[in-house]
Each structure stands twice: as C-alpha cells, then as structure tokens.
C-alpha cells in the first residue's frame, strides 16, 4: 500500500493524535502538511522530523482552526489535498450551567465549525485531482455522552452527521468521508491528566488510570496514535474505497458497552 504521490493535510497535527496520524501517513509514503496555530521553531523541526524520517515532502503551515477564513486559508497555502484530516481538538469540562460560553463557542468552532471549512475548501481540490479522503478524529463522545462535556459531545456528533452528509454528497465520486472515533488515546494531554486524577482520588496512578480514566473503555487499555494513524491509513487504500459515511470506533469496546 502506498500514498506515493498523495499529499494530506493534518490539522491541529503537532502533537498527539494529528502527530501519529502524520507519522503513519508519511510511512505509507504520502507528502504531509502539518497545521496548528502556534508557528513555533519546534513546529517545523517536527515538520523536517516528518520528512527526514520517511522521506517524504513535509511542511508546516500555521493556521487556527477556530477562524473560518483561517481554516479555508490553510487549505489554499497548501494547494493541493488529497487526504484531509481534520483533527484540531480542544475540551473544557463543567456542568452545562456553568459552561463558560466563550468555552462553548471555541469548542463548536475548533472541534466542528473548523472541518465544515476545510471540506468546503478541499472538496474541489480533490474533484481537480480525481482523489479524495475525508477522515474526521471524532471521538467515542461523537457517539455516546459523558457528563459535563456538552460542548464537546455536540461537536463530536456534529462531526459525525456532516461526515455523512460529505459522503452523501460525493458518493458518485472516488471520493469518501469518514469518521474516526477513539476512545481514550494517550496522548500528553491525556497523560497530564493521570497525576491530578491520583491526586483527587487518593488512588496510585495506575489505579486512577483503570478505576477512572478507563472506565468505560473495556479493554482497560488506551489506544495509541499509531492505531489511529493505521486506521486512517486503511481509509486511504483501495480496500476502503466503499467505505463512506461511516464511523470506524477504535475504543477497546467503549461503544458496544
Ligand atoms: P492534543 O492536545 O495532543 O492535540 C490537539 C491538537 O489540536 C494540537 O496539535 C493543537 O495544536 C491543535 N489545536 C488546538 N487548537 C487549535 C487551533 N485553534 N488551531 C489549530 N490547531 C489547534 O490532543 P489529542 O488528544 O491528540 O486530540 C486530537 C483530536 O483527537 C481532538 O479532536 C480530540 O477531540 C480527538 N480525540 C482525542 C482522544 C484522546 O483520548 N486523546 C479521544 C477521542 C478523540
């Protein structure tokens, strides 16, 4: 299998999920833009790291999801998308009554709003290139609820019903969207939150990653960025090419619960 001659853009793609996803794709030989809205030194040595690492063309392009014409920028600078990944995620927690609601609107922009843009803007791009690859980081939450997380809930099923929509749309085109749906990834901000939760209960670390962080996922393992990565990289490949509309949930069984 080899993406030789496809470009993907990662969004929100310099650490965590977007990273491995980076990484994966490169292997499998795709040329990579790497976004978040940052544009720091480490930023494009991570996007050399990319390209030394795999051989591939590997670029930087600083954008921030949660500003429409940004996100319809990023796809412009890049020029050409294959493979687009929207990623770029943030979370806040609280009650809904006390949700701050400037925590509302950069959840529905950052995590929703931005993947609207991107497609709109990509969608012609890969018509041009006869090509096409929407894969969507939604979340187990895309599909399921927890409480206090209502900004990111709806988002992550807003995600979901326009991925649809997205397939729908191209389904008489080779070209498909999907939806991937990762239960709990240890990501740095996923491990960030192992210390305080061992604190707050009184727990060892491990203990707070089983009883707490993994509770609803039944594996009791996280899933890693590599496999978030392979699965978008099986989205990619001819096997999956009628594959459309759907939602793939790498979640140690948390949806079937
Ligand atoms: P992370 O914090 O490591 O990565 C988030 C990425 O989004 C970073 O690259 C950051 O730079 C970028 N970003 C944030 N705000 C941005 C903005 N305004 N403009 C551009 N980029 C921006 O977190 P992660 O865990 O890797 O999350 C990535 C995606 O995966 C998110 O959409 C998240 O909802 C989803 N997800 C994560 C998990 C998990 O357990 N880690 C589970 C399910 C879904």
Same mark, same amino acid.
Request: aromatic share 8%.
């Given at each position: 299998m080899t993406l030789k001659g496809k470009t993907a853009v990662i969004t929100g793609s310099n650490s965590g999920i977007g990273l491995g996803v980076a990484h994966e794709l490169a292997k499998a030989g795709a040329d990579i833009v790497i976004n978040s809205f940052t544009d720091t030194d480490e930023d494009h040595a991570i996007a050399k790291d990319i390209a030394d690492t795999h051989g591939v063309n590997c670029r930087y392009i600083q954008a921030d999801m949660s500003k429409a014409d940004q996100c319809r920028a990023l796809i412009e600078k890049?020029? %050409?998308?294959?493979?687009? %990944? !929207? !990623? =770029?995620? +943030?979370?806040? %927690?609280?009650?809904?009554?006390?949700?701050?609601?400037?925590?509302?609107?950069? +959840? +529905?922009? +950052? !995590?929703? #709003? #931005? =993947?609207?843009h991107t497609t709109a803007a990509a969608l012609p791009l890969m018509r041009k290139a006869g090509w096409g690859r929407v894969i969507n980081v939604a979340s187990a939450h895309g599909l399921t609820a927890s409480p206090f997380k209502s900004a990111y809930v709806a988002a992550k099923h807003g995600v979901v019903g326009m991925t649809k929509v997205v397939a729908l749309e191209t389904a008489k085109e080779p070209i498909t969207a999907n939806a991937i749906c990762p239960g709990y990834v240890l990501t740095p901000l996923v491990e960030k939150q192992i210390p305080d939760t061992a604190k707050k209960y009184g727990m060892s670390e491990e203990e707070a990653v089983e009883k707490v962080l993994l509770e609803r996922q039944p594996s009791k393992e996280f899933a890693t960025t590599e496999q978030i990565g392979g699965t978008a990289v099986f989205l990619c490949s001819d096997a999956a090419a009628q594959i459309t509309g759907t939602t793939i #949930? %790498?979640?140690g069984g948390w949806t079937a619960l």
């Open positions: 890049a020029g %050409v998308c294959d493979i687009l %990944v !929207n !990623n =770029a995620g +943030i979370q806040h %927690v609280a009650p809904i009554d006390e949700f701050p609601e400037g925590k509302w609107d950069a +959840i +529905i922009a +950052i !995590n929703m #709003s #931005s =993947a609207f #949930s %790498v979640d």
